[in-house]
């Protein structure tokens, strides 16, 4: 697989809030396959690591050229092979108009995408593309589909939480269309065979990643008296940050000494700001903004109980498996979570960490209390999950996967074969390595 070039989608690459996406495609690299970046949107910028500042400098700006360089190179690429041209936006025009999950006012959408999938693959033609991954279900996805109508080769991609619920667009064709899909979780894999009759061997679980070997515990991190709670994640109802607020201001009115600091930005953010002033716990819930990876590790490495009250929105959408729970849990700390079907894969209650009803005040206040009065459980439970992490949700161990679902797409000229690690395994680092 190594000789063939893949082209990694994503809708803004790299970017603060999707690690998971930037840590597959370097590590693809890593293991010598050929991979071009291209992002819907421009890059995001100054996150702290060079190679992401270079990532961003070579990424293939869909949008960001502008719609008239859009329009251009899509007006050249017709010039060039209009007979396959007219046939992916036919095929555009067909999907938007035929498919039940577009709605009317998003039929437009749907054939610019199609649009700038044929200006994508403009752009690409000549570097040898093989076969085109997306992350997101959504425009992404969309995109790549036929940008790999248009170079004649296959695509692939990986679907996560509100491209799939609440911005759900053409996903039934997605589905069926796709030489595979990456499933995060034992769930996606059952709502996908629910939305599209799909072979086995089609719906791959490739986790998102986490470096177990740079998220990792720290020596005496915790706190004797055990009061440091952090939370990360975009600022949004479906993350249950107002669940989490109520929680502290229920504590604190027991006279106990808790901290909880918030990272992250989002819509919800003056509302929950208000929130707190009006629970009198402004003292007690500090909001840090978005922070770099490397801040986030060391806060992490720093805190009692990592706590993320996940839960379904008023419009349905709701989290898969939040990167920012594995990363605390490599880190060796107690997790506490909305007990929602998906995070159930990674967090096993009383096991690798506690769940508590999502939206329920008194469950989680009732989690929190326990946990930080039970130093030991809380490290019992915190070793536990970094051992779930390693085992399942390390990033070797997924790069592996999506490795080898690769590798079965370019089987057929009998050179590429799936890969193993080093050592003959899948990839797994040891279930019991508690180091960094």
């Known amino acids: 697989m190594a000789r063939r070039s893949i082209l990694f989608v994503g809708g803004r690459l790299p970017t603060r809030s999707e690690t998971f996406v930037y840590r597959e495609l370097f590590g693809l ?10 992002s819907v949107h421009p890059p995001e910028r100054d996150l702290g690591e060079a190679r992401l500042e270079a ?29 396959k041209t007219g046939a992916t936006l036919l095929a555009a025009l067909r ?10 006012w ?21 570097e040898g593309i093989r076969h085109v991954h997306a992350h997101m279900a959504h425009v992404p996805t969309t995109i790549a ?17 509100v491209d799939i619920f609440r911005l759900r667009a053409l996903l039934r064709v997605k589905l069926k269309r796709a030489a595979f899909v990456a499933c995060i979780s034992e769930w996606h894999r059952e709502f996908y065979r629910e939305t599209a009759e799909m072979p086995d061997g089609s719906l791959p679980i490739v986790r998102c990643g986490v470096d177990v070997r740079k998220f990792a515990p720290s020596c005496d991190a915790e706190s004797g008296e055990g009061g440091r709670i952090m939370a990360v994640g975009r600022l949004v109802p479906k993350k249950g940050f107002d669940v989490l607020i109520r929680a502290v201001a229920a504590l604190r009115a027991e006279g106990r000494a808790v901290r909880c600091v918030i990272a992250g930005d ?65 880190c060796g700390r107690c997790a506490i979570s909305g007990d929602l079907p998906a995070i159930r894969e990674l967090i096993a209650d009383g096991e690798t960490g506690l769940l508590v009803e999502p939206g329920s005040v008194g469950a989680l206040a009732g989690a929190m209390r326990g946990a930080l009065d039970d130093h030991e459980e809380r490290r019992r439970l915190g070793e536990a999950g970094r051992r779930r992490v390693c085992e399942e949700f390390a990033l070797d161990v997924n790069v592996t ?36």
């Open 401 to 436: 996967r999506l490795w080898n679902a690769l590798s079965f797409v370019f089987a057929d000229d009998g050179v590429d074969k799936p890969c193993r690690a080093a050592d003959g395994s899948d990839g797994a680092l040891p279930a019991d390595n508690m180091a960094a």
């Open 145 to 161: 589909m036929y940008c790999a109508r248009q170079l004649g080769v296959t695509f692939s991609f990986t679907g996560h939480a």
């Open 55 to 83: 990532l961003a400098n070579g990424v293939i700006d869909i949008y960001g050229a502008g719609p008239a360089r859009l329009v251009r190179d899509a007006v050249a690429q017709f010039a060039h092979r209009p007979f």
């Open 266 to 330: 989002g819509p919800s953010r003056r509302e929950l700001m208000r929130l707190a002033d009006e629970l009198n716990v402004q003292d007690r819930v500090h909001f840090l903004g978005a922070l770099d990876n490397g801040e986030i590790r060391r806060r992490m490495e720093e805190c009692d109980l990592f706590v993320l009250p996940c839960r379904v929105d008023a419009s349905g959408d709701r989290d898969g498996i939040p990167v920012v729970l594995m990363e605390a849990m490599a």
């Open 106 to 126: 998003g039929r437009p959408k749907v054939l610019w995408q199609g649009l700038a999938g044929v200006a994508l693959a403009r752009r690409v033609e000549k």
């Open 95 to 104: 999907d938007a108009v035929m498919e039940p999950d577009v709605r009317w």
């Open 29 to 38: 690299r890593a293991r010598g396959a050929k991979v071009l970046a291209a």
